[in-house]
């Protein structure tokens, strides 16, 4: 849709210190207490655009300010979000979409089917569902003004839940002129047509950032279910402050002057749980799988035996004491698809050893010809789970001759020196520690972090064309009893190449003042409608 086709159819906080409303904000226009919520994520945002990055604060903001043309309800089925109307063609080939009324962009102008089909095209060029979607799809495109198709080579049986998925990066609808940028370069508009506003005018970058209630979204009439249904903003405003201490962030949620702080440190749970105007929250009942990313682009990793050799480095139990501290709240895990899924099972797990095997780590490296070189690992310092998870790595890597060191950010910082595929010299990295839904383990087409293809893939880049060959039948096995012997074999050939190398599985509850109630309980992100306080 042209230019002119549109215009026609147009109808704070530093750490430490006390908060307060920007000043910059006119009294007339500020938002009451009641009708304000002040949040404290996990790490600070840098990255606005949610397909450039899989980092989950980005996403958060993706969820805030874009919409989905399908959603997740609260039993993992895909439901229309942006979509009023689709079908599906006899031959299973062909979908027909057709965007609900309603739909419109931040700057005033009206959601087009042309919109959908630049964002598709440009997340799947990142998305591991996206790039099978393409692989099979002979054509997308734009039907009219509001409809668009998707024509298949093939039946694609899980076309909707793919673009459904939240499994980052998720597929938020971007305006046109926006999604025709390259996956790699950023979008820095922060204009979708989601449930709230981008707040440029109060953006402080590195200590606040504000989302306001876009008053002209239309929500669908459905009750809220999941990331799906009605999404009903109930407050004016939402703040995210940047407080890289968590014990600062605490001290200021006692205080009443945060309503939320994302990942407090495990050893406050008690003195929260025993304030009575405090309370743990757990939004991702599937917990999380907290893992090693290794350079497999570099040495020492691009050897499997020097991977193989971080398998039997790793003691989970020690890791998760370090990280999460309480036992009641992790336990180990050694099948990729984590513990309780449909498809967790113990295929060539022989490696796992309760207390870890260092002298076979240290074999192992020295089979795989490590000569002295530097390890980097990344060590995001505002994230004490993590923080003392890599410094436990450091000292374990030491004890057995590797020479390990730590490169300090916050997390922001390691979400942006991640990406760099370069050498040490030229600020590469060798090692990075991550987490992420147990649900997502579940989603071999979507999760990024279950990909083996290489320089395509995600960070860490491990390759592996026998395992891609068995993920690639994964959306056309009919039954559950196929996907667990699918499941099998791809376990059994993921941790002979090793992929990745897991720390253990945990539920890390949010804490929040108890006049802020009403927050959705799903994975991998963290929605900011329906929520209210009273």
């Given at each position: 849709?042209?230019?002119?086709r549109?215009?026609l159819?147009?109808?704070?906080?530093?750490?430490?210190?006390?908060?307060s409303?920007p000043?910059?904000?006119?009294?007339?226009?500020?938002?009451?207490a009641?009708?304000?919520?002040?949040?404290?994520?996990?790490?600070?945002?840098?990255?606005?655009?949610?397909?450039?990055?899989?980092?989950?604060i980005t996403?958060?903001?993706?969820?805030?300010?874009?919409d989905?043309?399908?959603?997740?309800?609260?039993?993992?089925?895909?439901?229309?979000?942006?979509?009023?109307?689709?079908?599906?063609s006899?031959?299973?080939?062909?979908y027909t979409?057709?965007?609900?009324?309603?739909?419109?962009?931040?700057?005033?102008?009206?959601?087009?089917?042309?919109d959908?089909?630049?964002?598709?095209?440009?997340?799947?060029?990142i998305?591991?569902?996206?790039?099978?979607?393409?692989?099979?799809?002979?054509?997308i495109?734009?039907?009219?003004?509001?409809?668009?198709?998707?024509?298949?080579?093939e039946?694609?049986?899980?076309?909707?839940?793919?673009?459904?998925?939240?499994?980052?990066?998720?597929?938020?609808?971007?305006r046109?002129?926006?999604a025709?940028?390259?996956?790699?370069?950023?979008v820095?508009?922060?204009?979708?047509?989601?449930?709230?506003?981008?707040?440029e005018?109060?953006?402080?970058?590195?200590?606040?950032?504000?989302?306001d209630?876009?008053?002209?979204?239309?929500?669908?009439?459905?009750?809220?279910?999941?990331?799906?249904?009605?999404?009903?903003?109930?407050?004016?405003?939402?703040?995210?402050?940047?407080i890289?201490?968590?014990h600062t962030?605490?001290?200021?949620?006692?205080?009443?002057?945060?309503?939320?702080?994302?990942?407090?440190?495990?050893?406050?749970?008690?003195?929260?749980?025993?304030?009575?105007?405090?309370?743990?929250?757990v939004?991702?009942k599937?917990?999380?799988?907290?893992?090693?990313?290794?350079?497999?682009?570099?040495k020492?990793?691009?050897?499997v035996?020097?991977?193989?050799?971080m398998?039997?480095?790793?003691?989970?139990?020690?890791?998760?004491?370090?990280?999460?501290?309480?036992?009641?709240?992790?336990q180990?895990?050694?099948?990729?698809?984590?513990?309780?899924?449909?498809?967790?099972?113990?295929?060539?797990?022989?490696?796992?050893?309760?207390?870890?095997?260092?002298?076979?780590?240290?074999?192992?490296?020295?089979?795989?010809?490590?000569?002295?070189?530097?390890?980097?690992?990344?060590?995001?310092?505002?994230?004490?789970?993590?923080?003392?998870?890599?410094?436990?790595?450091?000292?374990a890597?030491r004890k057995?001759?590797?020479?390990a060191?730590?490169?300090?950010s916050?997390?922001?910082?390691?979400?942006?020196?991640?990406?760099?595929?370069?050498?040490?010299?030229?600020?590469?990295?060798?090692?990075?520690?991550?987490?992420?839904?147990?649900?997502?383990?579940?989603?071999?087409?979507?999760?990024?972090?279950?990909?083996?293809n290489?320089d395509?893939?995600?960070?860490?880049?491990?390759?592996?064309?026998?395992?891609e060959?068995?993920r690639?039948?994964w959306?056309?096995v009919?039954?559950?009893?196929?996907?667990?012997?699918?499941?099998?074999?791809?376990?059994?050939?993921?941790?002979?190449?090793?992929?990745?190398?897991?720390?253990?599985?945990?539920?890390?509850?949010?804490?929040?003042?108890?006049?802020?109630a009403g927050?959705?309980?799903?994975?991998?992100?963290?929605?900011?409608?329906?929520?209210?306080?009273?």
């Amino acid at each position: 849709m042209t230019i002119s086709r549109r215009d026609l159819m147009k109808a704070s906080l530093v750490a430490g210190a006390g908060l307060s409303i920007p000043s910059v904000l006119p009294a007339q226009t500020a938002p009451t207490a009641t009708r304000t919520v002040r949040m404290v994520k996990a790490s600070d945002l840098r990255i606005f655009d949610p397909i450039f990055t899989t980092a989950v604060i980005t996403q958060d903001h993706g969820l805030a300010v874009y919409d989905t043309l399908f959603a997740l309800d609260s039993k993992f089925m895909p439901q229309p979000q942006m979509v009023g109307k689709w079908g599906v063609s006899d031959d299973k080939k062909t979908y027909t979409f057709e965007l609900r009324d309603g739909l419109g962009w931040h700057d005033g102008t009206p959601v087009m089917a042309a919109d959908c089909v630049a964002s598709i095209h440009r997340w799947a060029q990142i998305a591991a569902g996206g790039q099978l979607i393409m692989e099979r799809a002979k054509d997308i495109s734009k039907k009219d003004y509001k409809t668009f198709t998707i024509a298949l080579k093939e039946p694609l049986g899980l076309l909707t839940e793919i673009l459904g998925r939240y499994s980052s990066p998720d597929l938020f609808i971007m305006r046109e002129k926006d999604a025709k940028r390259p996956p790699t370069e950023q979008v820095t508009a922060n204009i979708g047509s989601g449930p709230f506003k981008f707040n440029e005018a109060l953006a402080k970058p590195g200590v606040s950032f504000a989302y306001d209630r876009n008053e002209k979204y239309v929500p669908r009439s459905e009750p809220a279910d999941g990331f799906a249904g009605g999404k009903l903003v109930n407050v004016d405003r939402v703040i995210w402050d940047n407080i890289a201490d968590q014990h600062t962030a605490i001290a200021a949620l006692r205080r009443g002057e945060i309503d939320y702080v994302e990942g407090p440190p495990a050893d406050l749970y008690s003195a929260i749980e025993s304030d009575p105007d405090l309370a743990l929250q757990v939004r991702n009942k599937t917990g999380s799988v907290m893992h090693l990313r290794l350079n497999c682009l570099r040495k020492p990793f691009d050897n499997v035996k020097a991977r193989q050799a971080m398998l039997h480095l790793v003691d989970q139990e020690v890791f998760m004491r370090a990280a999460i501290g309480d036992p009641k709240y992790f336990q180990t895990v050694t099948s990729i698809f984590g513990n309780g899924t449909p498809y967790s099972n113990d295929e060539n797990t022989g490696w796992y050893k309760k207390g870890g095997d260092p002298e076979k780590a240290k074999q192992l490296f020295k089979e795989a010809g490590y000569a002295g070189e530097k390890i980097v690992i990344l060590q995001p310092t505002n994230l004490p789970a993590f923080d003392n998870a890599v410094q436990l790595l450091a000292a374990a890597l030491r004890k057995i001759g590797i020479l390990a060191e730590l490169a300090p950010s916050d997390w922001g910082g390691v979400v942006t020196r991640r990406a760099n595929k370069g050498s040490i010299e030229n600020g590469g990295w060798n090692i990075f520690i991550t987490s992420e839904s147990g649900f997502s383990r579940t989603d071999p087409l979507g999760n990024p972090a279950l990909l083996a293809n290489g320089d395509r893939g995600w960070y860490g880049w491990p390759s592996s064309e026998e395992y891609e060959a068995l993920r690639a039948k994964w959306a056309d096995v009919e039954t559950l009893d196929e996907r667990k012997a699918l499941a099998r074999q791809m376990q059994r050939v993921w941790w002979d190449f090793v992929g990745d190398i897991l720390l253990g599985q945990y539920v890390s509850p949010i804490a929040r003042r108890t006049t802020l109630a009403g927050l959705i309980e799903m994975p991998a992100v963290n929605p900011m409608w329906n929520m209210y306080k009273t």
